[in-house]
């Protein structure tokens, strides 16, 4: 498209009204075409032309100038940078040559950070005596000594694999370089093996964290294992972050999950209610409701009393799995005030439900208007939405029954708003059948408008799955989990990784269990 000349780049003497006038319709066409091209563009699923600020250097010196002068450069506020250090070595230098009859004015400090990365090797010689009775005795090894490779050697390989994203053949490729006499299989077997320790924490953090909320944030994504689809499930808040990959991302899955590690199956009250809701068949309920208060301890028990129920219909094997699964959650002390946070995915619908925003919004968000009229009433819409997202920010900080009526009404007058925009229309309605899970900051505003802390915290498996790819064996997959949770709850605990990976691998355990710090934390 040729470009249009300035009025500016025109001399005076044939600035016209007509050669005015026609370059501000030449203007206003070129617009209307880009904007036709862009429309065109998004129908194909293509991008539009993308909006690119003039560069800086267009600029007049004088305005560069001033913005040099009135903003400053990011970290340029003086601060003492080598105050909080442990200094491990001094090294005292006097100059070259000091002339006679020269007065010492003390030392002027200047600091050097580095590290030390080299082989340390210990040969352990035990000596062996034989006593006069005969036996034969020996020096035992120290504790801290399991196996032919030293605690920082086995927490490195920890850290880079599970912080750095490290592939095992680089860190093998890194170790060899650094002359470590050491195998793949070494490596593989630090990283998978012997790691109960680990995976007893991770799993009692689920049950510190369960106990001590007051809401969670639940999502999940694909994560491969042995060449076939899986799915990773990350329940969390504030406290801690929990990882566990399964095969089905259902909402049998996350009721297993939310038992924290127990296996039974409880028919009561809970479950009997659940199965009612679900429009579980009278004849079938019956069945159930005489075995109420009856435990099953273990999924073939459960599988067992299924089929002495006759009951093979898949949707109704479901709905009574999903009941007992509920009424053993609550059974084992599950807090029924507490809310679970989520996208809006339907497996997370259960006890005390609340919708993202975000997510909610992303279904107008996603529409595009094909006319003037249904633009603006598109826009509108979007304006008075996050209007009542602010307002519903405020409301959490001061929360009165006044604010909550009139939330509730605009709520009520956006979704049921008749535009002449079809599509929108239905959005509304969707929005409107979720009030209640929408508005759950009403009753509670103590909980998060959105999801965005899980998005952000399973973006860390994300990112491994990318590096790595899937998981081979069950040891891997369960080590993938355990160390994701470990790492991201530190974090959020404010616990250096690799201090805590050298605490347990040491056996010193300075730093205290993470499910108590989640508890203590709570407080």
Same mark, same amino acid.
């Given at each position: 498209?040729?470009?249009?000349?300035?009025?500016?780049?025109?001399?005076?003497?044939?600035?016209?009204?007509?050669?005015?006038?026609?370059?501000?319709?030449?203007?206003?066409?070129?617009?209307?075409?880009?904007?036709?091209?862009?429309?065109?563009?998004?129908?194909?699923?293509?991008?539009?032309?993308?909006?690119?600020?003039?560069?800086?250097?267009?600029?007049?010196?004088?305005?560069?100038?001033?913005? $040099?002068?009135?903003?400053?450069?990011?970290? /340029?506020?003086?601060?003492?940078?080598?105050? +909080?250090?442990?200094?491990?070595?001094?090294?005292?230098?006097?100059?070259?040559?000091?002339?006679?009859?020269?007065?010492?004015?003390?030392?002027?400090?200047?600091?050097?950070?580095?590290?030390?990365?080299?082989?340390? *090797? %210990?040969?352990?010689?035990?000596?062996?005596?034989?006593?006069?009775?005969?036996?034969?005795?020996?020096?035992?090894?120290?504790?801290?000594?399991?196996?032919?490779?030293?605690?920082?050697?086995?927490?490195?390989?920890?850290?880079?694999?599970?912080?750095?994203?490290?592939?095992?053949?680089?860190?093998?490729?890194?170790?060899?370089?650094?002359?470590?006499?050491?195998?793949?299989?070494?490596?593989?077997?630090?990283?998978?093996?012997?790691?109960?320790?680990?995976?007893?924490?991770?799993?009692?953090?689920?049950?510190? +964290?369960?106990?001590? /909320?007051?809401?969670?944030?639940? $999502?999940?994504?694909?994560?491969?294992?042995?060449?076939?689809?899986?799915?990773?499930?990350?329940?969390?808040?504030?406290?801690?972050?929990?990882?566990?990959?399964?095969?089905?991302?259902?909402? %049998?899955?996350?009721?297993?999950?939310?038992?924290?590690?127990?296996?039974?199956?409880?028919?009561?009250?809970?479950?009997?209610?659940?199965?009612?809701?679900?429009?579980?068949?009278?004849?079938?309920?019956?069945?159930?409701?005489?075995?109420?208060?009856?435990?099953?301890?273990?999924?073939?028990?459960?599988?067992? *009393?299924?089929?002495?129920?006759?009951?093979?219909?898949?949707?109704?094997?479901?709905?009574?799995?999903?009941?007992?699964?509920?009424?053993?959650?609550?059974?084992?002390?599950?807090?029924?005030?507490?809310?679970?946070?989520? $996208?809006?995915?339907?497996?997370?619908?259960?006890?005390?439900?609340?919708?993202?925003?975000?997510?909610?919004?992303?279904?107008?968000?996603?529409?595009?208007?094909?006319?003037?009229?249904?633009?603006?009433?598109?826009?509108?819409?979007?304006?008075?939405?996050?209007?009542?997202?602010?307002?519903?920010?405020?409301?959490?900080?001061?929360?009165?029954?006044?604010?909550?009526?009139?939330?509730?009404?605009?709520?009520?007058?956006?979704?049921?708003?008749?535009?002449?925009?079809?599509?929108? *229309?239905?959005?509304?309605?969707?929005?409107?059948?979720?009030?209640?899970?929408?508005?759950?900051?009403?009753?509670?505003?103590?909980?998060?408008?959105?999801?965005?802390?899980?998005?952000?915290?399973?973006?860390?498996?994300?990112?491994?799955?990318?590096?790595?790819?899937?998981?081979? /064996?069950?040891?891997?997959?369960?080590?993938?989990?355990?160390?994701?949770?470990?790492?991201?709850?530190?974090?959020?605990?404010?616990?250096?990784?690799?201090?805590?990976?050298?605490?347990?691998?040491?056996?010193?355990?300075?730093?205290?269990?993470?499910? $108590?710090?989640?508890?203590?934390?709570?407080?």
């Amino acid at each position: 498209m040729a470009t249009i000349p300035k009025i500016s780049d025109i001399p005076e003497e044939q600035r016209t009204e007509v050669v005015v006038m026609l370059l501000e319709i030449i203007s206003q066409q070129q617009e209307i075409i880009q904007q036709l091209k862009d429309e065109i563009a998004r129908f194909k699923g293509q991008k539009p032309k993308p909006d690119i600020r003039p560069s800086k250097l267009e600029q007049g010196q004088e305005n560069k100038q001033k913005e $040099d002068r009135s903003k400053k450069r990011p970290g /340029s506020i003086k601060r003492s940078k080598t105050k +909080g250090l442990q200094i491990h070595e001094t090294k005292q230098i006097s100059p070259d040559t000091i002339p006679f009859g020269s007065r010492f004015k003390g030392y002027q400090d200047y600091v050097v950070q580095d590290i030390d990365i080299s082989c340390h *090797n %210990i040969r352990y010689r035990l000596e062996c005596w034989r006593t006069p009775e005969g036996k034969h005795i020996a020096g035992k090894l120290p504790e801290e000594v399991d196996g032919h490779f030293g605690s920082t050697l086995v927490s490195y390989i920890l850290y880079q694999y599970h912080h750095a994203h490290v592939t095992q053949p680089l860190i093998l490729e890194q170790l060899e370089e650094f002359g470590v006499d050491i195998s793949a299989g070494q490596i593989n077997r630090i990283i998978t093996e012997g790691k109960e320790r680990f995976h007893t924490e991770k799993e009692d953090i689920l049950k510190a +964290g369960l106990e001590a /909320s007051g809401y969670i944030h639940v $999502d999940d994504t694909g994560a491969r294992h042995e060449g076939r689809n899986g799915y990773c499930t990350h329940i969390g808040n504030e406290l801690f972050a929990w990882f566990q990959s399964a095969e089905s991302k259902s909402r %049998i899955n996350f009721l297993e999950l939310l038992r924290a590690g127990h296996t039974d199956y409880s028919i009561n009250a809970d479950a009997l209610d659940y199965m009612e809701a679900q429009r579980f068949p009278g004849i079938q309920l019956s069945k159930f409701t005489a075995l109420c208060d009856t435990n099953f301890e273990s999924l073939p028990k459960w599988k067992e *009393n299924l089929q002495s129920l006759h009951i093979t219909d898949e949707r109704h094997i479901r709905i009574a799995t999903e009941g007992a699964l509920l009424g053993s959650v609550l059974d084992h002390g599950f807090n029924r005030r507490l809310v679970i946070v989520s $996208d809006d995915a339907g497996q997370f619908d259960v006890l005390l439900h609340a919708l993202c925003w975000v997510h909610a919004e992303r279904i107008i968000h996603r529409l595009v208007g094909f006319s003037d009229r249904q633009k603006e009433a598109l826009e509108e819409i979007r304006g008075r939405i996050w209007e009542l997202y602010a307002e519903m920010k405020d409301y959490k900080k001061f929360p009165g029954e006044e604010k909550k009526a009139l939330i509730e009404e605009k709520f009520d007058e956006i979704c049921k708003s008749k535009t002449c925009f079809i599509s929108l *229309n239905n959005a509304l309605k969707r929005l409107h059948k979720n009030k209640s899970e929408l508005l759950m900051v009403l009753e509670r505003p103590d909980i998060p408008l959105h999801n965005n802390l899980s998005e952000n915290d399973i973006r860390e498996y994300v990112k491994k799955r990318k590096i790595s790819g899937s998981t081979r /064996s069950d040891p891997g997959r369960r080590c993938r989990d355990t160390f994701t949770s470990l790492k991201k709850t530190c974090r959020k605990l404010g616990i250096s990784f690799w201090k805590y990976l050298t605490d347990r691998i040491t056996g010193q355990n300075a730093i205290p269990l993470l499910p $108590d710090l989640v508890r203590l934390r709570a407080l």
